[in-house]
């Protein structure tokens, strides 16, 4: 039902979704201020901008979570209002957030269906949903059982579900909040063909990623924000990587460079692995004799796929599967049955993968945050001195330029990158001598990604060694000295820097997979 | 909202009276505490007078005690169910040691303890029943409501099989024991103040500086609000919560004692559904369920708030079941209100950016 006032793109499709001079206001911080949005029918429809810009805000608005404090929504030329998450899925929009929102307790089936379960006489008909769920996961190219607890997935696979979830739902606007930061490049294929799909059929899609080449391969209309405010809207044809850069960020950032280390190879290693093996419930092994040295002043960041054993690599490390054979060398000294708070004090700590569930206290403020792992050392007689807190609260601030309005303010209250930061900072208190970071840039935009590389280049200058877990290719080239990569558990490949080529890291990373299972599609890139 | 001071910061006096608003919603228990002696002290005289209000605070005591420890187990998101039980093996432990003391068979001498010795050694058996819970909740994994459950069960068939369900009477001890003066712990003043609210605020001043500035009462919190990440912090979960049920379980006893003392008897009911006491008033003091949030003194408050409805009820003539049914209402209220507090705080937040 084509109107005569809804002015069609260049390209000739068509709204379906507007959002006008869309204004929201929180707590202390104008999140978005007076944004236009348009979503065209059968496009990809990108939002980019930095950490706080506003664009979770946005989604958020147009999948119902939240209500716009001024301005309002055209949904096909007509105002509506979403008072609900089930009022928005009825008019046919759907979100997938980037943060999960799934119930670990429930089945995958379960999940995909909660609150419109299939049923008949007031029964849940847990057959036939599962036989949907196996379809949708069919279709997403996941071999995943329809009744496995969402608990026993791996992040990458519990984005598969929230996914599939979207899928089920007919929905003709789909909102996808970073959908492939969690997602190996197979399964990140996967999606683009799905989501390929999905536009041919008429689906309006709109995608916030801040993997900016992922962006311009499959986006259509490109709009970016930068501090609760429009920056720039463009289709994705006329743009490039440094233009959508410099809009975000208003200036140029510059990525950190490769430094020459200064690493001593005379000096025993700092940490060293011999033959660490980790099997797995049910036979086979999550890690396999994998060995590898680590020197002061070393970056070396260890590259896989998803389930490649990277971050079960650095469970054992901290000590948490006392299951491990194998031998772990921390300064000349054998590491066997430490705890977690021995190990810190030996000089290993670990800045987790999921923020949210291990990294932060979400009750407590940046402060206490910052301060929770050290809080031993800031004792006098035997209470806590504020005066010390402060100061060491103060320096980390500063040192790692914490965007936060007080140090009393809740954690909650940061943007993702700021949140990684006081993450970074509460490793740093406990003076460690190796610094463990599991995908470190997770959920990061470009300014903060580039700052946190900064900030670890920094430290290995200082001496520090430092171990990084990635699924991102590009992130190899930047500061890694040595890269290692699993796969399926086993080191398939070990580069210096100078000997680092993309053909070589993907093969190696597909190594097992291609004798022990046929390869899926793309995987080979 | 009236603004009455000039704008301290660059905040403005619109936002200064705002927060102003924020802060009395937030010491809004303190506020219903003093409505409540408002009310009480207009409806009856005999309320507002010096040797009420010292009744009063004295029956407070006994819960807020209690409700110190309850405190740092609800911090850490457990709960515990046992501490009435403790409290009333913990009386019973008093009366044994005192009347018929410790009968060592070899010797075949009877061993009487100091009355200083007996409240040390009933305070350990309540840090050892703490320990109990702490060990069923750590070690073997059990969830706090049903472990403390247990051994709610067990604390109190151990009372009563201290003296086959009878009363201890009469624990005036003997002269020629050594062990006279228990009397004293419950009904003693010193500086014209019983030494039971003594007691309490000595309880209350440790534990808010214990949750305050210390490192374990940070940790407490932070195990609390998020245990994993606790955790990976280096912090040791399992010892923190043994520590806290320890605490609750010392705190119980010393209930225990002082309960006995005024009683001068020790009777295996004493105690009895005290644990509800103790959570109400935790709860009244705006101490989340969920762990991770709240205060001692905000504890300390709760326990007043419903010391001071029963006892204004009481003085009016309030028959005990309405007494019951205003005292629950008022803590469902206080719930509700919790709620209320996140979005009430975000509104107001709002309008001052």
Not at chain 1, 291 to 298: D, I
Not at chain 2, 289 to 315: D, K, P
């Amino acid at each position: 039902m084509t109107r005569p006032d809804i002015e069609t793109s260049a390209n000739g499709d068509e709204p379906v979704l507007v959002a006008e001079k869309i204004s929201k206001r929180f707590p202390g911080t104008v999140a978005l201020d007076g944004v236009d949005f348009t979503v065209y029918a059968g496009a990809v429809n990108v939002l980019i901008g930095e950490n706080g810009a506003g664009k979770s805000t946005l989604m958020k608005i147009l999948a119902g979570v939240d209500r716009p404090t001024s301005g309002r929504l055209l949904l096909k030329g007509m105002p509506v209002e979403f008072k609900s998450t089930r009022e928005a899925a009825q008019a046919g929009i759907g979100i997938i957030f980037q943060e999960l929102n799934l119930y670990p307790n429930l089945s995958i089936s379960e999940n995909i269906f909660v609150a419109r379960e299939i049923t008949r006489n007031g029964v849940v008909q847990h057959r036939q949903q599962e036989e949907i769920t196996a379809k949708l996961l069919d279709r997403l190219e996941q071999p995943l059982k329809p009744g496995t607890l969402v608990r026993d997935l791996r992040m990458g696979q519990q984005q598969i579900v929230e996914i599939a979830k979207a899928l089920s739902q007919n929905v003709r606007i789909l909102i996808m909040d970073e959908p492939t930061s969690a997602l190996t490049s197979a399964e990140t294929e996967a999606l683009f063909r799905i989501i390929a799909d999905l536009r041919a059929n008429g689906v309006a899609i709109i995608y916030i990623s801040h993997k900016l080449e992922e962006l311009l391969r499959i986006g259509d209309y490109v709009t970016i924000l930068r501090d609760g405010k429009l920056a720039a809207t463009a289709p994705a044809r006329s743009i490039t990587v440094p233009w959508m850069i410099e809009k975000m960020v208003g200036r140029n950032v510059n990525a950190p460079r490769h430094r020459t280390p200064a690493i001593s190879k005379n000096d025993p290693p700092v940490l060293e692995i011999k033959n660490l093996t980790l099997p797995r419930v049910g036979g086979g092994f999550t890690l396999e004799n994998v060995s590898l040295t680590l020197h002061r002043g070393e970056i070396l960041a260890i590259f896989g796929l998803m389930g490649a054993g990277r971050t079960e690599l650095f469970e054992c490390l901290m000590g948490l599967h006392p299951e491990a054979s194998g031998e772990i060398w921390l300064n000349g000294r054998q590491l066997l049955h430490e705890s977690v708070r021995d190990r810190i004090e030996l000089g290993l700590v670990l800045v987790p993968e999921d923020r949210q569930r291990l990294g932060l206290v979400q009750k407590l403020s940046v402060a206490q945050n910052i301060t929770l792992a050290n809080l031993n050392r800031l004792v006098t007689w035997f209470w806590l001195s504020d005066k010390r807190e402060a100061e060491e609260i103060d320096i980390m601030i500063r040192s790692l330029a914490i965007k936060t309005h007080s140090p009393k303010q809740s954690i909650t209250a940061l943007s993702g990158g700021n949140q990684q930061k006081v993450v970074i900072a509460k490793s740093l208190l406990t003076q460690p001598q190796v610094l463990m970071l599991d995908e470190p840039t997770r959920g990061i935009d470009v300014g903060a990604k580039a700052e946190i590389f900064g900030i670890m280049n920094g430290l290995a200058e200082k001496g520090l060694a430092v171990l990084f877990v990635s699924s991102e290719l590009p992130e190899m080239f930047t500061i890694p000295d040595r890269v290692i990569v699993l796969s399926k558990g086993k080191i398939t490949g070990q580069f210096l820097h100078d000997e680092l080529t993309e053909e070589a890291l993907v093969l190696a990373a597909g190594a097992r997979q291609q004798t022990e299972h046929p390869v899926p599609a793309g995987q080979t890139n | 909202m009236s603004s009455i001071a000039p704008p301290a910061s660059s905040v403005g006096s619109k936002a200064f009276g705002l927060s102003l608003g924020v802060f009395l919603f937030r010491l809004r228990a303190l506020i219903a505490l003093f409505v409540l002696i408002g009310i009480f002290s207009v409806l009856t005289p005999a309320f507002f007078t010096e040797q009420n209000l010292i009744i009063l605070v004295g029956q407070t005591a006994i819960n807020a005690i209690m409700a110190v420890g309850m405190t740092f187990v609800i911090l850490t998101g457990g709960i515990d169910l046992s501490v009435g039980s403790t409290v009333g093996f913990s009386a019973m432990m008093s009366g044994l040691l005192i009347n018929r003391g410790v009968e060592i068979p070899p010797l075949g001498v009877v061993l009487y303890f100091n009355i200083p010795m007996v409240i040390v050694l009933c305070l350990c058996l309540g840090v050892l029943v703490g320990a109990f819970n702490g060990i069923l909740i750590t070690r073997f994994n059990v969830a706090p409501f049903i472990a403390t459950l247990g051994t709610l069960y067990v604390a109190r068939g151990a009372a009563q099989l201290s003296n086959d369900g009878a009363t201890f009477p009469n624990l005036v001890g003997k002269p020629e024991l050594g062990n006279t003066g228990f009397p004293i712990l419950g009904a003693g003043n010193v500086l014209g103040i019983p030494i039971v609210i003594w007691i309490m605020v000595f309880f209350a001043a440790v534990a808010a500086f214990m949750a305050g500035k210390t490192p374990f009462g940070r940790q407490v919190y932070a195990v609390g609000g998020n245990e994993r990440a606790a955790e990976l912090s280096g912090i040791y979960v399992n010892r923190i919560k043994m520590g806290v049920y320890m605490i609750c379980g010392l705190c119980a006893a010393m209930t225990g004692l002082i309960t006995a003392s005024q009683l001068v008897a020790a009777h295996p009911a004493i105690g009895e559904s005290y644990e509800l006491n103790a959570i109400a008033a935790v709860v009244l003091g705006g101490t989340s369920l969920a762990g991770g949030r709240g205060t001692m003194w905000g504890t300390i408050v709760g326990a007043l708030v419903i010391g001071v409805l029963t006892n204004g009820l009481v003085l009016l003539g309030v028959q005990e079941f309405w007494k019951k049914v205003i005292t629950g209402l008022v803590i469902i209220l206080a719930v509700v209100l919790d709620q209320l507090q996140e979005r009430f705080q975000q509104r107001l937040a709002l309008k001052r950016a």
